[in-house]
């Protein structure tokens, strides 16, 4: 069997995990190099999982030329221009959402992939997870008839750090995006324009930089159908993230999964096992079935699962709902990106 | 044991339950008169509960000084004008929802009331439904802190006959309405600010005749919570009625409750008993829990638990709600009704 | 509509409650008069409920020509005697399970009833539980085929008395008894063959007088299907009742239902509302379908569903139980009663 | 980080799983070779893991100086064997479940075992489920207080081949084995006393091998609880595992887990996933967590969480669960294995 030969840019928390997935879990690939901006990370991971040559920059990955592919998974600033870097070095890519929070620059990284031909994976890990996959598969088994109501509610464990509330573009960008695509993927429908409500209700200094921590997103889909998605950046109970689709002839709803099965009852009733905290543990299978995905299509010369228009919508949804949630009104999606209208 | 006297006014679907609530349920009350424009239905239900007199018009039981309290439960358009000759006559009075479709008249009504001294509990059954009333007394306790986001889905098994559609005064008045009083009793807080989305996706008659049969409503609370309610005039599946308040310390959620706990497992899966197709059926025991609170309420010589503002105040939700449709915009409560502001 | 003129003998906890259901519940029954040795106990459930007629003894009933049917609710000791009586008097029977914990008595009873023609109900009220209604319904529809196992787990939230345990029989014939009626109801089969394995492990006390507060009996059919039953006096979480039976098309399992829907999920895991803590809780519905399914059988002078048989079993079952746990070793039913064997 | 070289003897589905388990999931130990009597399936197995060997019989692994562990993986008739032979080698040993149908080839392996000092596990994977885990660990907590009541019910989608049926020694000893151990690992107690039914419901030629395909089995505990074990062969409705302990501050109960978490709610009610139907697929992860202990155990040096008593003892229930069935009688685990009164 020949192993497709992966490169990773970036060796914080998501590179790693997927460079252990990789190495553990997808013997069709192998991981040759990884770069990260603080080589001492790169070498570590290097030197855990066995990966023959770390670097501090992406050069010598692209120039590599045994490297098929490149995973992008360093800061969102760097994205698009290493995935313009990554194609005209011919080599495929998966990039970590977001593509980038400048829609030009997401144009420009996608004309660029167009160009070299090679195959463009973003990172809406969510869509691999087998609870929304497979209300997703009953919705397009037309088991639900014409989808009627689309509802998520996604909550955070914890708010990120300040100092990532910052730079992050805000909750519409960088935690609703991640529904946005789920709107999307569930209803296999476009939507049309947002309306958002948004509120400080978690933490003050979130506010005091501009962000909400609290929002709940109305969607308006071409088919006519109603989504409503609802975020919280802090939910005591952990990692909570649900959906249904309500639709001509039922409704599917993806509960949360739990760790086991257990149950205690006892005199103060009944206590089942707590919600995930960590993303991680709540999507461990999601992540893998991503990798898979990739290369799997590489393999297959097809078409990946997440192209990079299903990256660069929801960043245009992120913005038409902070515009909504700004100027207090619904806003169209192609008042901020007037090419989607075709 | 003295009873408390009844006279009941419409012997239609809703004022024949009440009847036999009383009539069985509530050893604490006695219907001794019911009256209605159709008298053999008056006559017929005064034959099957033993209910001494029957009459074809309502003012006999206002005259009848042994009568302590009437049930209003006659159409919509007569409820204000017999709630003012109610209170005129100086009985108790337990009046259907809504009040009126006109806020004007609601006023008059509430009014004349307040003149009287005498009790008016509004027919907003779903509070006295054990499930919402536990979600309710647990935020009530702080079980959850501050509340941040409210979440109701409420959908019917079919649409109403399209001739009720015409006068109802449309989804968000007739149907809505119940979601608009849940809203205020989960949340105890009042709402400032409504966003409505809505669609036909169910049957185009109904849109014919300028309803939808499909919306989402966003709703702003004054504490800055968020609420969105969703409805549906046909979920083939059953009686939907669902809640969630999300807060600071937890969540509560309140799925629907079902007939039996009988569940079979076989080579298609598990499956357990349907949904209640009925909201009769549905809120069986709210329906007799509300009758036996507002005879409490009149033997305590106390403010029933939904009063007349409770009355009100969804009605003015709906034209908001209304508005805020047709106006494709955010439509504060008090542009609707400036009362309100104070 | 002419209703049914019922006389109660016995007005203690259990013939208080069917005094109420039937004075609110049961429209096609009416209560003349109750009995009991206790008068004072007779004359507040008369005065409460609007019984005409209170009563030391039961000969005045049984005297009453108006009188179409007696429910007995009187001590274990005195049910065989009464029935006999009341089989003489011509009324129709409602009696308590056990009928006797002696089977000769037993015998002379039912034979009375044979005699006189008249109906006789047994009050196994677990059968007029909704849920417990719904497996039996799908088993007899055939929707897992042929039973090949039955569980059943039945748990008091407290030991009864230490008094009541010295006369109850024992909890194979006080307790465990309502298990062995259900293993027949919902198999619809009957038992051949029981092994019994007992413990003290509650309260020593109960061992202290030849009893046990745990057991698992196991159960052969003469279909060849097996049963187990396990009972504890003592669940500290609440009153247990599940039941499942498996076959060869699936699996039917009933589980507890609670009194709401509410959830609470906070950062100690989800919470449910606790089980019910008392029998007439978890029962209110099916002492009530209980009752109506009597007054049903009168009217249309038919078999009831819980005949003398189906009263008398049971308590051979508990009889073969309890020698199976003295002689550790399995018994079959005609080792207590040959007469079965027919 | 030096890895455990590991030599696998049985490339069979079992054997093949570790491999697999061993190659991706576990970085501390590797497979450097693999032995089948089929050599074809040894180097295919080689060839797909790239193990480095491949043999025909085990004798080459046990002198391999490298090889620090085995795992005994072929059929059981050899298992007995090729422990004391691994023994003898020096080799640590993961052995499949049963060590052998044979007591006393069960005590000579053990002796060989313990003589040679070598770590040995026996390969009961369904301890290492997070279910069973979890329910272990809260009984072993406390939280439950003394057990009482222990069940387990435990189904299979379909019976094994006939052949296998013939040489298992039954459904006691090749299915209930794995009740025996679940009983003893979530009780922390040991069996005195089994009383067996049994029954053949399923396939008549079971019955006609002398097996049963149907049975219930009441244990007696040292410390007075009691347990009910429940087996079907043929379970249409999936791979059916649960377990429920009740003692005297509460019960726990654990439940089948599903492969996700979508439900459809549609005009035939709701219906979710079905249950796996592969006890590979069921115990997934539970077969990597049995590696990485056996593993860690190595490299901890410290007594693995399976001994070989644990092995043992199981065998010892299935023969006296056999005879109970045979003789219809209780069979104390001393009659067939009179040391273990010690």
Redesign the interface.
């Given at each position: 069997m020949e192993r497709i030969r992966i490169g990773i840019i970036g060796a914080g928390r998501i590179g790693r995990l997927h460079a252990e997935n990789l190495t553990?879990?997808i013997?069709e690939a192998t991981v040759v190099a990884i770069a990260d901006v603080a080589p001492q990370a790169a070498e570590e991971c290097a030197h855990d999982l066995e990966i023959p040559r770390a670097f501090e920059g992406p050069t010598p990955i692209f120039e590599d030329r045994n490297v098929e592919a490149v995973l992008i998974c360093s800061s969102t600033d760097t994205h698009a221009s290493l995935i313009e870097q990554a194609a005209e070095a011919g080599k495929h890519i998966f990039c970590e959402k977001p593509i980038a929070l400048d829609i030009p620059a997401i144009d420009r990284s996608l004309a660029a992939v167009e160009r070299a031909g090679v195959l463009l994976q973003i990172g809406f890990n969510r869509r691999f997870d087998?609870?929304?996959?497979?209300?997703h598969e009953?919705v397009a088994a037309g088991?639900?008839g014409?989808p009627?109501?689309l509802?998520i509610?996604s909550?955070d464990p914890e708010p990120p750090p300040l100092e990532y509330v910052k730079v992050s573009g805000g909750l519409f960008l960088d935690m609703m995006i991640h529904d946005f695509d789920m709107a999307r993927y569930l209803m296999a429908d476009e939507v049309e324009e947002v309306?958002a409500?948004?509120?400080?209700?978690?933490d003050p200094r979130i506010g005091d930089l501009g962000d909400v921590d609290?929002?709940?997103v109305?969607l308006?889909f071409r088919s006519?159908?109603?989504?409503?998605i609802?975020n919280?950046r802090?939910?005591?109970?952990?990692y909570?993230q649900r959906a249904?689709v309500?639709g001509?002839?039922?409704?599917?709803?993806?509960?949360?999964?739990k760790?086991?099965?257990?149950?205690?009852?006892?005199?103060?009733?009944?206590?089942?096992?707590?919600?995930y905290h960590f993303f991680t543990d709540r999507y461990t299978e999601a992540y893998i079935a991503e990798m898979a995905a990739f290369i799997g299509s590489i393999k297959g010369g097809k078409t990946p699962p997440v192209t990079g228009r299903d990256g660069k919508i929801p960043v245009v949804m992120g913005y038409a709902a902070k515009r909504s949630y700004e100027e207090?009104?619904?806003v169209r999606l192609t008042e901020i990106d007037p090419g989607l209208a075709l």
């Amino acid at each position: 069997m020949e192993r497709i030969r992966i490169g990773i840019i970036g060796a914080g928390r998501i590179g790693r995990l997927h460079a252990e997935n990789l190495t553990y879990y997808i013997p069709e690939a192998t991981v040759v190099a990884i770069a990260d901006v603080a080589p001492q990370a790169a070498e570590e991971c290097a030197h855990d999982l066995e990966i023959p040559r770390a670097f501090e920059g992406p050069t010598p990955i692209f120039e590599d030329r045994n490297v098929e592919a490149v995973l992008i998974c360093s800061s969102t600033d760097t994205h698009a221009s290493l995935i313009e870097q990554a194609a005209e070095a011919g080599k495929h890519i998966f990039c970590e959402k977001p593509i980038a929070l400048d829609i030009p620059a997401i144009d420009r990284s996608l004309a660029a992939v167009e160009r070299a031909g090679v195959l463009l994976q973003i990172g809406f890990n969510r869509r691999f997870d087998p609870n929304f996959r497979r209300a997703h598969e009953l919705v397009a088994a037309g088991k639900i008839g014409k989808p009627h109501v689309l509802r998520i509610t996604s909550r955070d464990p914890e708010p990120p750090p300040l100092e990532y509330v910052k730079v992050s573009g805000g909750l519409f960008l960088d935690m609703m995006i991640h529904d946005f695509d789920m709107a999307r993927y569930l209803m296999a429908d476009e939507v049309e324009e947002v309306y958002a409500a948004g509120a400080v209700l978690v933490d003050p200094r979130i506010g005091d930089l501009g962000d909400v921590d609290t929002a709940a997103v109305t969607l308006r889909f071409r088919s006519g159908a109603i989504g409503v998605i609802d975020n919280s950046r802090r939910a005591i109970y952990g990692y909570d993230q649900r959906a249904e689709v309500f639709g001509e002839k039922g409704t599917i709803t993806v509960s949360n999964p739990k760790s086991n099965t257990a149950v205690l009852s006892d005199s103060s009733g009944d206590s089942g096992p707590p919600l995930y905290h960590f993303f991680t543990d709540r999507y461990t299978e999601a992540y893998i079935a991503e990798m898979a995905a990739f290369i799997g299509s590489i393999k297959g010369g097809k078409t990946p699962p997440v192209t990079g228009r299903d990256g660069k919508i929801p960043v245009v949804m992120g913005y038409a709902a902070k515009r909504s949630y700004e100027e207090h009104r619904p806003v169209r999606l192609t008042e901020i990106d007037p090419g989607l209208a075709l």
